[in-house]
């Protein structure tokens, strides 16, 4: 991102800004009464979700390590996911500010969850994490580019 950390993490650790970088498709919406301003670790955030065909599931975090200007970490504690730990990594670069997700994530249901999650969620968070990137990339007016999307289902 051409901008500085500051206003990186400024943008960043601000969870109502979420929403500005969730593709519409997905209904997001935040439920938490006290999720605007910075995080903090410990914070718990609730929200509404809509990610298979507008049914709109609870998912709820907690922001569980903060450290301002370098990451942060939420797990969610309860929604769709028997396992989600989210690392987002910030460092400056001579062109600004690179950004790095890691996602670490296990459905459970054994079989079953290998099974939905190569049919349709695996892709599913590309296609998240890729609007993400152009989002982020238009909002700070980036030049354009390629996401570099992985993830690693655990479990």
Known sequence: MPVTLDAAWDFFS????????TPPRLGFFITSRRAAGRMYAGQIIAYRVKP???IPL???TEITHV??????????????????HHEH?????????????????SLGFGWAGDLINALLVRR????????????????????????????????
């Not at 450290?67 to 989600?84: K, L, N, S, T």
């Open 52 to 54: 298979l065909m507008g």
């Open 14 to 21: 601000r969870p109502e800004n979420l929403a500005k970088i």
């Open 124 to 155: 599913q968070l590309r296609e998240i994490f890729e609007y993400r990137y152009r989002a982020v990339d238009k909002l700070f007016g980036g030049k354009g580019g390629e996401a570099r999307v992985e993830f690693e289902r655990i479990g």
């Open 58 to 60: 609870f998912w709820m």
């Open 89 to 105: 990594h910030f460092r400056e670069v001579d062109e600004g500010v690179e950004m790095r997700d890691a996602v670490f994530y």
């Open 67 to 84: 450290e301002p200007g370098r990451y942060f970490v939420d797990e969610q504690r309860r929604g769709p996911y028997a396992i989600w």
